[in-house]
């Protein structure tokens, strides 16, 4: 039986923040930003404050919270595993977690050639 390796996957202290965020607003989803305003940032709203759009690509979810990327984003990202963490500063702007002192940063790493032929939607 083989399994698939997760597009996105999330550090204790990411899952931690999010627990923390979802207690203060509800739901919540993430989309990774692109650039722009935030840079290249994982930004979390609530989820019904962000309209994800018929080009946006679903990766996965972290503790129940949807992730999207760009599919432009996806393209240049698509052979790597997305890996959110947690690290001390200021979010983005529009970020939830902007003004707690912690802000979610992504790292990533690639795929072996064996967990991307496994991926679906490559």
């Not at 080009?55 to 129940?64: I, K, N």
Request: contains cysteine.
């Amino acid at each position: 039986m083989s399994t698939t390796t997760a597009r996105v996957i999330a550090t204790d202290a990411a899952l931690e923040l999010l627990q923390t965020l979802r207690q203060q607003h509800g739901a919540l989803m993430f989309f990774q930003s692109g650039g722009c305003c935030d840079g290249s940032s994982p930004m979390c709203y609530a989820r019904d404050e962000f309209q994800v759009g018929d080009a946006d690509v679903y990766l996965g979810d972290l503790d129940g919270v949807p992730f999207y990327i760009g599919a432009e984003q996806f393209e240049y990202w698509k052979h790597t595993q997305l890996i959110i963490d947690v690290v001390h500063g200021n979010g983005g702007m529009f970020s939830l977690e902007n003004g707690s002192g912690k802000r979610f940063l992504t790292r990533s790493r690639l795929f072996s050639d064996d967990e991307y032929a496994q991926l679906p939607g490559k």
